[in-house]
Nanobody
Framework: VQLQASGGGLVQAGGSLRLSCAGS????????MGWFRQAPGKEREFVGAVTRSGVTTLYADSVKGRFTISRDNAKNTVYLQMNSLKPEDTAVHYCAASARLLSGTQADYNYWGQGTQVTVSS
């Protein structure tokens, strides 16, 4: 199983980025997909997740109203649209796949991607 995250980069505060995560080696549509992030010196934290169908999403309070998760099962890809970015959003962002129900708990996720760096300058 491979989860390949891409789309990270350097952006000014208030800007936007769209992350993508392409899955292979798994039946993508059978997995809840989540995004997590880890800032320097901090523990990895939940960002958001989307159900298998893409109908229902779950977000951390810190990104609610600014970030949107979507998925395209035909392309085996999940997206994280990040708007109104803040310097505190700076982190390595990871995608993950879960065979369980929609969750923000890291232990519920079976597979992890390698991460993509997002840096927001003030």
């Amino acid at each position: 199983v491979q989860l390949q995250a891409s789309g990270g980069g350097l952006v000014q505060a208030g800007g936007s980025l769209r992350l993508s995560c392409a899955g292979s080696g798994l039946t993508f549509s059978r997995y809840v997909m989540g995004w997590f992030r880890q800032a320097p010196g901090k523990e990895r934290e939940f960002v958001g997740a989307v159900t298998r169908s893409g109908v229902t999403t779950l977000y951390a309070d810190s990104v609610k109203g600014r970030f949107t998760i979507s998925r395209d099962n035909a392309k085996n890809t999940v997206y994280l649209q990040m708007n109104s970015l803040k310097p505190e959003d700076t982190a390595v962002h990871y995608c993950a796949a879960s065979a369980r129900l929609l969750s923000g708990t890291q232990a519920d996720y079976n597979y992890w991607g390698q991460g993509t760096q997002v840096t927001v300058s003030s």
